[in-house]
């Protein structure tokens, strides 16, 4: 919302600079993100700290500083020939000097005053003269200029009449800047006092509905500058006909309708708004169309009242010749609106319209219809100003896809007491500017006055929610500059809220909280000192699945891997990748939790599984990276059975892919590609430093892996997720041809139930260990698992230690078989073992494995 | 016998004399002073020599044992140094090679942020509690006194679920709502915690807006939690996290479940305040909102209001890394870009 200084000056005194203002809106909640600056100068930051002691920041403008001697307010008395040319004129130009300065220019708008001598009424504009610095008018680009004496077809020039562009205050370069009146200003007054200003943008939050009006914000400042608030004129100049008898108001639905007013001007003529009026509407970014509904606009953003007038004739002659009655109503079905902005609209049942008799007229507080809109010929205006509930609007707005500025305002409230006042000086700014009549009375239908808030504060409460002490009289002080009324009883504030404050509630609770920070914000919140924590400190629980998870991450960091975080939002499409064509799915059979507003349609749904994204993420980084060992901890999303809110189990996944090894400048390291075995290593890695004891694994029956190369982790006999090789033909849809993707994902919640974090240690050994080596040939059919249980079990309690270091097929072992070698590793701390013992557990262990294994003992 | 010692004294000094290497060395020794060598070999045949020459000859071939082998161990030590010296000059490598690299993990920027939240949130007594994403309306907005059409749901744009009132949620302060009810034991026990998670808001994707984001929740709730002891709480958050000297002002600003409601800026910690384009020349860096918790959500979380109080804060982790790295595009987070990824 932009605020131009010079306009909020006509409701507070302002005695700050604007950045220091700005300052003081930012901290009371009024974020005052841009201020604009119209030919004046930037404040020094050294000034605001020598002259009011502020260290305030701000970015350094770059605009144009008018030059206070050389860029002037300027009156054209006569527009004259060119005697060599035809596309330019002589303008002779009043700008307090002694003598007229005669100004070369091609401005078109000057061409129709050409030769008419001196003119009857001269026209304003600023003059910029030899030295002065302007930005370049036929520059693309910002360019700034300095102004240099230069004849044009043989006639003498060292002044310039000023377009907008050359002043920085628009983009407008078609013609000069051009007012019909003063301004209050005398010709030679420095530009920057006429037309010199300073706009602040202001960001509004939504319960700061009242400040969203030049009015508004001027009623914040004056509260926190504790400065007297000048409202503006309300007094009408009635010389008309009354206008009882000639409209009549139905309000059909007062809790979305609690007021509506109409005031009738008659015999207006339709015509530019003034200068002054117009100069205000550009500076809050709006175009001037005409008179009336320039008012309309004028009111909508210096108020906050928006306003709404009709071309009263048209409704007469929809009336049958009689005088109209205006109904506000809910739609009857199927009935449609014209609106102002061309679209043809259905009505949904909840739009509160404005109709008459003969149908429908406008989107009440939203937007006008076509058919009795303002028209070059309206000769009577019907002027609204009316009161609709907020919650009613938004969803209009919402409903109907329209964004209108006075939609904005109603849609986040604007009290009924308003509508009144927007009547009486909207009708009145029209009579002064369109020179009509204004019938005597206003029709004010008012069904449902809100109630007025009153709320009793005690001081108590004020200091048990802030901490700090006020007492009952400074706080009824702060509270008296914002507009509220206020009794003091004892340690009791009574307070009845200023109509503009919808936003306190009659709750007692609830409006004693929102007074509480009205305390604090108009106090200013830096003055509210800093204190620790004095309340008792809640009990501290346990919190492992956390903690272990973080300790899970840490493992999987140091085995090497590097953490991804991916979007949650996938489409069942891109989980159906990990489904090999033909065969059954091994995915969630829970149903997904679908978007109904997705913003694309590659996110739908939430995830079933961490694979796509991990092997997604591959697939990108794939073009910079030959190795790639990923891994993700995060939720999926199951959702289950008739529960409307779906399971979030955590889950694990790791995918790795590529050189087993770094990639360096030695030949040969890397060592071949990551296999079944690294991602086992990982995952083995993990349940090592976790405690996990008792792991197992069995083959995996899941259809996005390769059959023979995946595992199921089994812990306690429940499974805990799959790993293995990804199927050859899923790898290959995410471009991994050829080029074997390990991947896993774990249920990461029965990983972490099944840490030990009281787990064992082992006293170091006060004996030495004896080794011995034992290979053997077993069928192919036996495995590692199977032939350690063998050896455990045949060692006994003196085998500590059995690595397998060796796994070997071809010759001199049979086909069909296999040779397995192992380091055992003999120890107790009973005594030092002899050879003769551990001899007697080796033979145990070889005739063990020759029984169970059917092994054939190696040389 | 002895002539023949004496010789063989000479050449063998004289060879030793003449030795450089180490393997050399240590032949000379093996055929010199070693158990084959000729010196032992003639010291062992000294029991063969007629009984008179016995005494000097082995009186004179000890003598010469001495001398040869102070002259080896003069002579290992020379060649120790010699070599010790060859190999200082002539080991040099290219130091400015590369090394090996290793294979080396790495948390995700956003983990690590989160973390050291949390760390120093658990020094202030505000222990982690997770809560869940695909959440219902009311807890996610009604019971966060955001009422359906409640103008406040404007700033949070929603991903809405085909399940009628299941949406994602859009900020963490549903949390609270859980926080109370599941640890509040009916309103009647203090809390502090904070709610780190991923929340989820429907806006276009750009550099600087992203359709999914973590944010830290804060959370306490006690009988006597004051507006002062959030200021306090947040300075000494801002000092532990941006350095002893951190400066934090505190705005105006509006959220539905807190009353007072303020924003929370540092004084930017890359330009100490000075004015640069990370902070948009203002000096100050917004790094969370925060507030008194509005008494309709602890009455809603089960608490009396007009007993219990209690302030929240948020803070966007995503946001603060981008700031702290200079980080200019939101989406390297989500996009695992390993070029990315590893500069962590």
Redesign the interface.
């Known amino acids: 919302m932009l605020i131009p200084l010079s306009w909020l000056k006509d409701f507070v005194d302002i005695d700050i600079p604007p950045e220091l203002l700005a300052e003081t809106l930012t901290a009371a909640g009024l974020e005052v993100d841009k201020i604009t600056y119209i030919g004046v100068p930037q404040t020094q930051p050294a000034h605001l700290h020598a002259t009011f002691k502020q260290d305030v920041r701000y970015p350094k403008s770059d605009h144009l500083v008018w030059d206070r001697e050389k860029l002037l307010w300027g009156a054209v008395k006569e527009v004259k020939a060119h005697p060599n040319a035809d596309r330019l004129v002589l303008a002779m130009v009043d700008y307090g000097a002694d003598a007229l300065e005669q100004c070369v220019t091609g401005a078109p708008n000057l061409f129709e005053f050409k030769d008419q001598g001196p003119l009857p009424q001269p026209l304003y504009t600023v003059i910029a003269l030899e030295g002065a610095e302007v930005w370049d008018g036929h520059s693309d680009e910002p360019k700034r200029m300095i102004l240099k004496e230069r004849p044009l077809r043989g006639i003498p020039n060292r002044s310039m009449v000023c377009s907008d562009k050359e002043l920085g205050i628009s983009d407008e370069h078609e013609g000069i800047m051009l007012f019909h009146e003063d301004l209050g200003h005398k010709p030679g007054t420095p530009a920057q006092d006429v037309l010199g200003d300073v706009v602040l943008n202001v960001e509004l939050t939504p319960n700061l509905a009242r400040a969203f009006s030049v009015f508004g914000v001027a009623r914040e400042v004056a509260s926190l500058l504790d400065k007297p608030l000048r409202a503006p004129a309300y007094d009408v100049v009635m010389d008309g006909a009354p206008i009882d008898g000639h409209v009549a108001i139905d309000i059909r639905n007062p809790e979305l309708n609690p007021r509506f007013t109409l005031s009738l001007l008659r015999d207006i003529t339709i015509k530019p708004s003034p200068d002054w009026l117009q100069r205000r509407l550009k500076l809050v970014g709006q175009r001037p169309i005409n008179n009336i509904v320039d008012v309309t606009n004028y009111l909508t953003f210096e108020l906050g009242q928006p306003l709404h007038a009709f071309d009263y004739d048209k409704l007469v002659a929809r009336a049958g010749g009689k005088a109209p009655t205006i109904i506000t109503r809910l739609p009857e079905p199927g009935e449609k609106l014209e609106t102002l902005d061309e679209v043809t609209r259905t009505l949904d049942p909840h739009n509160i319209l404005v109709c008459d008799t003969a149908g429908v007229l406008s989107l009440g507080g939203v937007i006008g219809g076509a058919e009795t809109e303002i028209s070059d010929t309206t000769k009577d205006v019907l002027l609204e100003a009316a009161s609709w509930q907020f919650i009613n609007i938004r969803r209009t707005m919402s409903t109907q896809k329209v964004f209108t500025d006075a939609g904005a305002r109603f849609s986040r409230g604007v009290h009924p007491s308003q509508a009144i006042l927007g009547v009486k000086r909207g009708i009145e700014l029209m009579r002064q500017i369109s020179g009509g009549v204004v019938a005597k009375g206003i029709i004010d239908e008012y069904p449902l006055p809100p109630e007025t808030v009153r709320v009793a504060l005690t001081q108590f409460e004020i200091d048990r929610i802030l901490g700090v002490h006020f007492s009952a009289e400074e706080a009824a002080a702060l509270l008296r500059r914002g507009g509220f009324e206020v009794t003091v009883e004892g340690e009791t504030l009574h307070v009845t809220a200023p109509d503009s404050r919808m936003d306190i509630s009659s709750d007692p609770i609830i409006g004693q909280a929102d007074l509480i920070e009205e305390i604090a914000r108009i106090s200013g919140y830096a003055a509210i000192p800093n204190t620790i924590i004095a309340d008792e400190m809640p009990d501290q629980r346990p919190n492992p699945a956390i903690e272990r998870e973080e300790k899970a991450r840490d493992l999987l960091v140091a085995l090497g891997l590097r953490e991804n975080i991916s979007y949650r939002m996938t489409t069942p499409e891109r989980e159906a990748q990990l489904v090999p064509p033909g065969m059954a799915s091994s995915l969630p059979e829970a149903d997904y939790v679908r978007l109904a507003n997705p913003i694309s349609a590659e996110k739908t749904v939430m995830r079933h599984t961490l694979l796509i994204s991990l092997l997604e993420n591959a697939r990108a980084n794939a073009r910079f990276n030959e190795r790639q060992q990923l891994f993700e901890i995060g939720n999926v999303y199951l959702k289950l059975g008739k529960a409307p809110l779906p399971d979030e189990p955590r889950k694990l996944g790791i995918l790795m892919v590529g050189k087993r090894g770094v990639p360096g400048w030695m030949h040969g390291e890397e060592s071949g590609t990551v296999d079944f075995f690294d991602l086992k290593g990982v995952i083995e890695g993990l349940l090592d430093g976790l405690h996990i004891e008792g792991a197992s694994y069995a083959r995996a029956e899941h259809t996005s892996f390769h059959p023979g190369r995946s595992a199921q982790l089994v812990l306690d006999g429940q499974g805990a997720g799959v790993f293995g090789e990804l199927h050859p033909m899923i790898a290959r849809t995410f471009g991994f041809e050829d080029m074997p993707v390990q991947a896993a994902e774990l249920d990461l919640e029965a990983l972490l139930a099944k840490t030990d974090p009281l787990h064992d240690v082992q006293p170091l050994p006060l004996t030495p260990p004896v080794f011995q080596d034992i290979a053997f040939i077993v069928k192919e059919s036996v495995t590692a698992a199977q032939a350690e249980d063998v050896i455990r079990k045949a060692g006994g309690d003196l085998l500590k230690g059995v690595q397998l270091f060796d796994v070997y097929t071809g010759e001199p072992v049979p086909a069909g078989h296999k040779s397995l070698a192992y380091n055992l590793t003999y120890q107790t701390d009973e005594r030092t073992l002899t050879d003769k013992e551990v001899a007697s557990v080796h033979a145990k262990i070889v005739k063990l494995c020759e029984r169970e294994l059917g092994a054939q003992l190696r040389a | 016998m002895l002539e023949q010692l004496e010789t063989q004294y000479k050449d063998a000094a004289a060879a030793l004399e003449q030795i450089s290497d180490s393997a050399a060395l240590a032949a000379w020794e093996r055929d010199t002073l070693g158990r084959g060598g000729w010196l032992t070999g003639m010291l062992r045949g000294v029991g063969q020599l007629p009984a008179e020459e016995r005494a000097a000859f082995g009186k004179r071939a000890n003598e010469l044992k001495v001398a040869l082998t102070g002259a080896y161990e003069a002579r290992e030590e020379l060649i120790k140094a010699q070599e010790l010296a060859r190999n200082l000059e002539e080991g040099q490598i290219d130091v400015t090679?590369?090394g090996?690299?290793?294979?080396?993990?790495?948390?995700?920027p956003?983990?690590q942020t989160l973390?050291q939240f949390a760390h120093v949130w658990a020094d202030m007594?505000f222990?982690?509690f997770?809560s869940?994403?695909?959440?219902?309306d009311d807890t996610n907005f009604t019971l966060l006194n955001m009422p359906p059409?409640?103008?406040?749901r404007?700033?949070q744009d929603t991903?809405?679920?085909?399940?009628?009132?299941?949406i994602?949620r859009t900020h963490t302060s549903p949390g609270q709502i859980r926080a109370m009810r599941e640890?509040g034991e009916d309103g009647t026990?203090?809390?502090?915690v904070i709610l780190p998670g991923?929340c989820y808001r429907?806006?276009?994707?750009t550099a600087r807006s992203e359709?999914?984001f973590h944010q830290v929740e804060g959370l306490?709730i006690?009988?006597?939690?004051?507006?002062?002891?959030l200021?306090?709480?947040i300075?000494?958050f801002a000092r532990r996290m941006f350095g002893a000297d951190a400066q934090v002002?505190?705005?105006?600003?509006?959220f539905?479940f807190t009353?007072?409601?303020?924003e929370v800026d540092v004084e930017c910690f890359l330009c100490h305040?000075?004015?640069c384009r990370v902070c948009?020349?203002?000096?100050?860096l917004e790094i969370c909102g925060s507030g008194?918790v509005?008494?309709?959500v602890l009455r809603n979380g089960g608490y009396d209001?007009?007993v219990w109080?209690g302030f929240a804060f948020g803070f966007g982790p995503e946001r603060m890394t981008m700031l702290m790295h200079g980080i200019e595009d939101i989406r390297y987070?989500?996009?695992?870009?390993?070029?990315f990824?590893?500069q962590f």
């Open positions: 090679l590369p090996r690299p290793r294979p080396t993990g790495g948390l995700h956003s983990t973390r007594g222990q982690v997770r869940r994403e695909v959440e219902d059409h409640h103008p406040a404007d700033m991903f809405y679920t085909t399940e009628p009132n299941v994602l640890l026990k203090p809390i502090r991923m429907y806006e276009q994707i359709i999914q306490a006690g009988r006597n939690i004051r507006m002062t002891d200021k306090g709480t300075a000494a002002r505190f705005r105006a600003s509006y539905p009353e007072p409601s303020m305040g000075d004015g948009k020349y203002s000096g100050w008194m509005h008494p309709v209001p007009s109080s987070f989500w996009g695992n870009d390993l070029r990824l590893e």
